[in-house]
Nanobody
Framework: VQLQACGGGLVQPGGSLRLSCAAS????????MGWFRQAPGKEREFVAT????????LYGDSVKGRFTISRDNAKSTVYLQMNSLKPEDTAVYYC?????????????????????WGQGTLVTVSS
């Protein structure tokens, strides 16, 4: 399984970015997907997760109402639309995948449950 994240960069406070994470070597629709972030000197933080069927999503408290996770199973890609960005959103953002049977609506917020990780993409919010 390979996950390739992209879309990071430098943006001013209040701006927007869209991150993408493309998966290869998998049947993408069988994987719960998530986004996490890690700022320098801080622990990895849950950002968002989306179920296999895309009918369930959850967000970290710090990004609720500003970020939106989505997925396109035909393109094997998960997205993170980030709006109203703040300097405290500065971090390396990682996508993650976990293979699941059972309910297609299941979501995962614990990074320890994810089996596969992308390489990370840096988001810097600064004026």
């Amino acid at each position: 399984v390979q996950l390739q994240a992209c879309g990071g960069g430098l943006v001013q406070p209040g701006g927007s970015l869209r991150l993408s994470c493309a998966a290869s070597g998998v049947t993408f629709s069988r994987y719960v997907m998530g986004w996490f972030r890690q700022a320098p000197g801080k622990e990895r933080e849950f950002v968002a997760t989306i179920s296999r069927s895309a009918d369930s999503t959850l967000y970290g408290d710090s990004v609720k109402g500003r970020f939106t996770i989505s997925r396109d199973n035909a393109k094997s890609t998960v997205y993170l639309q980030m709006n109203s960005l703040k300097p405290e959103d500065t971090a390396v953002y990682y996508c993650a995948a976990d293979f699941r049977y059972g309910s297609p609506s299941y979501v995962i917020t614990d990074h320890k449950e994810y089996d596969y990780w992308g390489q990370g993409t840096l988001v810097t919010v600064s004026s």
